[in-house]
């Protein structure tokens, strides 16, 4: 155990960013007018924004420095072998294909392995994920283990692939598979872990049917800190070291650079496979860029690149999932129901067992969102039936949890910003009764979360 309990920011700030102070009448107004959709709000009417850590932190010093250094050439630039080298450091794939974010990766590559009759299975699919391989027409399947559906269950790696349903999968469906995935840190199960041993496990089964196993990597250094934590065994290993184990058991991946990358724009689709890649580089020279860039400009690169190397510091990695279980713990001592254990990037509140008068289909992870936002200017997201409980042929189902997400940016808010999140949380939480349930008065055709818009039930 450390000797002190205070958390302390590993940096020192350089510069500030003002916060406009709103009053609850103009938030009443702000919300309204976004047609109760935190996604439609405006950021400057937000006093804390925990909508997303997706692009949303802080650069470094030395990340700012690696913009001045960014070189535009169209072709060959020195900043993408800058960047090559940074990732290759962490994920030595043969093949590594840059894009704008994550999302891109993922339009590439299920166009390239995806279509009708195929199905992906994940531990859990993320919206734009499970998005992605529907457009294509394939079906994405769900397979976290059981402890992973219930938010007031504890074990260490709730992100964790059920490895008996995903054998009697591929026995069934192999042949349809042309990807396994797992998500690290499982973001749509509350920010949870996945084990070395899961992971090892996974890659065993996808030998023995032959199919390859690809990762959705956006959180690996919180990950690979949570294994580091919490797996008997790698205590003494250093972060990059697990990282590359990681890399080792997986043929591919996509990467979010928004998030463990501590940029604010980029991304990555890596591969082994030359057949593959070069189907894949063909797609991102259609919509993204020439091979050396990929829709970013070099000095979105060389910002990434300095990134990766400051997201596995261990100074950071403490500091970084301590100040998310500081606001978890704090809430939970109060009795407020959330995913246990704190996830790391995130506090997920769990609306349906805060709100057990609202039904699923009336969408309680959004009333709760609003009410954080209208109390205290707090934007979170709702994770829940209003981001998956939609189905691509227009059906709707209640999700398996219906949560709120609290996303903490990185190297962004203090500690006396998070001390105000609890205090509002805590006012919503004592008034939880007094919240009734919405319906979608419109939609789009997918991913409605973003855009759709509310009205109160009667």
Not at 212 to 229: G, H, S, T, V
Not at 260 to 268: F, R, S
Not at 274 to 283: F, M, S, T, W
Request: aromatic fraction near 8%.
């Amino acid at each position: 155990m450390e000797r002190w309990q205070t958390i302390i920011e590993p940096f020192r700030i350089h510069s500030v960013e003002p916060i406009r102070m709103t009053t609850r009448d103009e938030r009443l107004r702000a919300i309204d007018a976004a047609g109760l959709n935190l996604f439609n709000l405006h950021a400057d009417d937000v006093l804390v924004d925990l909508l997303t850590d997706s692009g949303t932190g802080a650069m470094s010093r030395d990340q700012w420095a690696a913009v001045q250094h960014g070189d535009e050439s169209y072709a060959g630039s020195p900043s993408w072998y800058i960047f090559l080298a940074a990732v290759q450091e962490l994920f030595p794939f043969r093949h590594v294909i840059p894009t704008h974010q994550g999302r891109a990766a993922e339009k590439i590559l299920f166009s390239v392995i995806g279509g009708p009759g195929k199905v992906i299975p994940n531990n859990t699919h993320f919206d734009t994920t499970r998005a992605n391989v529907e457009a294509t027409g394939a079906e994405a399947v769900d397979l976290v283990i059981e402890e992973g559906r219930h938010p007031e269950v504890e074990h260490p790696f709730k992100g964790n692939m059920d490895l008996a349903r995903l054998e009697d999968f591929l026995a069934a469906r192999g042949a349809d598979v042309p990807a396994v995935f797992v998500t690290i840190t499982n973001n749509s199960g509350g920010g949870q872990p996945v084990s070395l041993e899961n992971l090892r496990g996974v890659r065993a089964l996808c030998d023995r049917f032959g199919v390859p196993l690809f990762l959705d990597a956006c959180r690996f250094a919180e990950n690979a800190w949570f294994i580091k934590l919490r797996e008997p065994g790698q205590a003494a290993r250093s972060v990059p070291e697990i990282v590359r184990e990681i890399a080792s058991l997986a043929d591919g991946m996509t990467m979010s650079a928004k998030k463990d990358g501590l940029a604010n724009i980029g991304g990555w689709l890596a591969m082994r496979d030359d057949a593959l890649a070069e189907r894949c580089r063909n797609l991102l020279i259609l919509t993204e860029g020439f091979p050396t860039y990929g829709g970013l400009a070099g000095r979105d690169l060389e910002a990434i690149a300095q990134g990766l190397r400051e997201v596995v510091d261990e100074d950071y990695l403490r500091y970084r999932i301590r100040s998310t279980a500081y606001l978890g713990d704090a809430l939970a001592a109060d009795g407020i129901p959330v995913v246990r254990p704190i996830g790391g990037h995130a506090v997920y509140l769990d609306a349906r067992a805060l709100l057990p008068q609202i039904p699923p289909l009336q969408y309680p992870g959004q009333a709760l969102a609003v009410a954080l936002y209208v109390e205290g200017g707090i934007r979170g997201c709702e994770i829940g039936t209003v981001m998956f409980g939609r189905h691509p042929d227009g059906s709707e189902t209640p999700a398996a949890m219906d949560l709120v997400r609290l996303a903490i940016p990185r190297r962004t808010y203090t500690q006396s910003h998070v001390d105000y999140v609890i205090e509002v949380v805590r006012f919503v939480a004592k008034r939880a009764a007094d919240l009734h349930g919405l319906r979608i008065v419109d939609e789009p055709a997918a991913l409605r979360h973003f855009t759709a818009r509310f009205a109160p039930v009667g």
